[in-house]
T-cell receptor
Framework: RKEVEQDPGPFNVPEGATVAFNCTYS??????FFWYRQDCRKEPKLLMSVYSSGNEDGRFTAQLNRASQYISLLIRDSKLSDSATYLC????????????FGSGTQLTVLP | NAGVTQTPKFQVLKTGQSMTLQCAQDMNHEYMSWYRQDPGMGLRLIHY???????DQGEVPNGYNVSRSTTEDFPLRLLSAAPSQTSVYFCASSRGTSSGNTIYFGEGSWLTVV
């Protein structure tokens, strides 16, 4: 079983739709959680950190459910520019060298 | 504002050849690392460095060497290339070793070993 699992998709949604991704992690000792965005043939870039209380950044909302060991990313009012692969990232310790990346969920927003 | 610069962007190697992927950052970051990304898998850590003169192995270090003679540079050497090393390689850096520091990735190096 992978340590961090994501539905690979692809998710194809119309512009303006709301879409949600889940990511499950196996290590209950995991402490820090992030969502990265990766455009096709580009490098990953930090989208947002995920806090226990949940956090929002514009159209993006991230939530953490420690009891069920999953994190989620909600995108409201999808834009064409949101088309990308979204990577779930988890770390057990607070160390950058112990980041575990999910394989990503592909999103395509259609006009 | 260069950030993390990787070269080359594309490379084709024959089995058994050696090569070096270059990585440089201009942000005075302590922490640098190399990842590989394969289809259907997340990024996997190859080697990392917490400062000049200090390197350590990540999850998949076999077949690769690194060195960190300066803060800025962190080259990755493939000693004897194998087809299993066909992958996309990303160099990354961050200000410190805490996962709370934003990690900046280079644009990637696409390597094919034939």
């Amino acid at each position: 079983r992978k340590e961090v699992e994501q539905d690979p998709g692809p998710f194809n949604v119309p512009e303006g739709a709301t879409v949600a991704f889940n990511c499950t992690y196996s290590n209950s000792a995991s402490q820090s959680f992030f969502w990265y965005r990766q455009d096709c043939r580009k490098e990953p870039k930090l989208l947002m950190s995920v806090y226990s209380s949940g956090n929002e950044d514009g159209r993006f909302t991230a939530q953490l459910n420690r009891a069920s060991q999953y994190i989620s990313l909600l995108i409201r009012d999808s834009k064409l520019s949101d088309s990308a692969t979204y990577l779930c990232v988890v770390t057990e310790s607070g160390s950058a060298r112990q980041l575990t990346f999910g394989s990503g969920t592909q999103l395509t927003v259609l006009p | 504002n260069a950030g993390v610069t990787q070269t080359p962007k594309f490379q084709v190697l024959k089995t058994g050849q050696s090569m070096t992927l270059q990585c440089a950052q201009d942000m005075n970051h302590e922490y640098m690392s190399w990842y590989r990304q394969d289809p259907g898998m997340g990024l996997r850590l190859i080697h990392y460095s917490v400062g000049a003169g200090i390197t350590d192995q990540g999850e998949v270090p076999n077949g690769y060497n690194v060195s960190r003679s300066t803060t800025e540079d962190f080259p990755l050497r493939l000693l004897s290339a194998a087809p299993s090393q066909t992958s996309v390689y990303f160099c990354a850096s961050s200000r410190g070793t805490s996962s709370g520091n934003t990690i900046y990735f280079g644009e990637g190096s696409w390597l094919t070993v034939v």
